[in-house]
C-alpha cells in the first residue's frame, strides 16, 4: 500500500475512532508541555498520536512545508499497544505506512 500522507492522516484517525480512542477532550496544555518523546511521561500513545502527531503534521501540509522524512513510529506503537487487549493490528499497520510514506523505506513489521 502506498498512499499520501494525508489520506494515511484519515486513517490512524479512523483507527483510533474504531478502537474509541479517540478523545473529544484535550489534555491539559501541561501535559501537552512534556519534553519526553512521545510525551510519554503525560500521554498514553494514542493521546499522542491525536493531540501531538496528527495536528503537527496536517499544519505542515496545510502550509506546504516538507514533512518529516526520518521517523520510526511503528516501534514505539507496537511496543505501546502489545500490552492492551485491543486488536491494534490495523492501527499498527496504518503508522507502518504512515513510516514507509514519510521515509520511503519500508519497514520491519513485527511477527
Not at 486513517?11 to 518523546?37: D, M, Y
Not at 496545510?62 to 493490528?89: C, N, W
Amino acid at each position: 500500500m502506498s498512499a499520501e500522507p494525508q489520506t494515511l492522516l484519515y486513517a490512524i484517525e479512523r483507527e483510533l475512532k474504531a478502537l474509541s480512542w479517540w478523545e473529544s477532550v484535550p489534555p491539559s496544555a501541561q501535559a501537552l508541555a512534556s519534553t519526553e518523546p512521545f510525551c510519554l511521561d503525560t500521554l498514553s500513545f494514542a493521546q499522542w498520536l491525536q493531540f501531538v502527531l496528527l495536528p503537527r503534521l496536517q499544519a505542515m501540509i496545510d502550509a506546504g512545508a516538507p514533512l518529516p522524512s526520518r521517523i520510526a513510529l511503528y516501534p514505539m506503537a507496537t511496543e505501546s499497544f502489545k500490552v492492551l487487549p485491543e486488536d491494534t493490528g490495523a492501527l499498527e499497520e496504518t503508522i507502518a505506512h504512515l513510516d514507509e510514506a514519510l521515509s520511503g523505506q519500508p519497514v520491519r513489521r513485527q511477527a
